[in-house]
């Protein structure tokens, strides 16, 4: 199934850099793994596929400043695998996060793989992402204090998020 969403963002604005998370809803808020070590198998009801893409055009004169790092990581015994992919040029920023679930049970000596890539994609999921206006960053001849003070709403325009949740979409 597809799902296509538009919706707009607020972000923190400081010196010049509009600050927001991405995800209108992370697709992921907390680690299931909390326990340090596990006794037994880590069991799931079934295989599945996540797939988020979020397409955003930056207001006219925005940068990118940061990106998420783009990793790919697939368990010991390749019962999980993921991706997340960030590009960027003309304006135009792209994310992926993708999570699969291809093994309904996992040994308990791969729990710290488990634990590890799901830390690591909630973190992804809760990232801000940093946009900024050059002109105002490099204005030697402007304050800081304006700098900092300067707030304008902005629309972060045709954000479009696409939600993938079985594999045999493509």
């Not at 198998?41 to 006219?60: A, H, K, R």
């Not at 402007?142 to 629309?155: A, G, N, R, Y």
Request: hydrophobic share 35%; charged share 20%.
């Amino acid at each position: 199934a597809t799902e296509v969403v538009e919706f707009s963002k607020k972000g923190t604005v400081s010196n010049g850099k509009i600050s927001f998370n991405p995800f209108n809803n992370p697709p992921m808020t907390s680690n299931p793994f909390t326990a340090t070590n596990r006794l037994l198998p880590v069991e799931y009801p079934s295989t599945s596929s996540d797939q988020v893409i979020i397409n955003i055009t930056l207001p006219e004169g925005y940068v990118m400043e940061n990106a998420p790092q783009q990793k790919s990581f697939l368990t010991p015994d390749k019962g999980l695998d993921g991706r997340l992919f960030t590009s960027y040029g003309d304006g135009k920023i792209q994310i992926q996060y993708q999570f699969n679930v291809n093994k309904i049970s996992h040994p308990e000596k791969n729990y710290a793989a488990l634990h590890d890539m799901y830390d690591l994609f909630m973190k992804f999921s809760n990232e801000q992402l940093v946009i900024k206006l050059p002109q105002v960053e490099k204005n030697d001849e402007l304050p800081d204090s304006f700098k900092e003070q300067v707030v304008h709403t902005i629309p972060v325009e045709d954000i479009g998020v696409v939600v993938l949740d079985n594999k045999q979409i493509t």
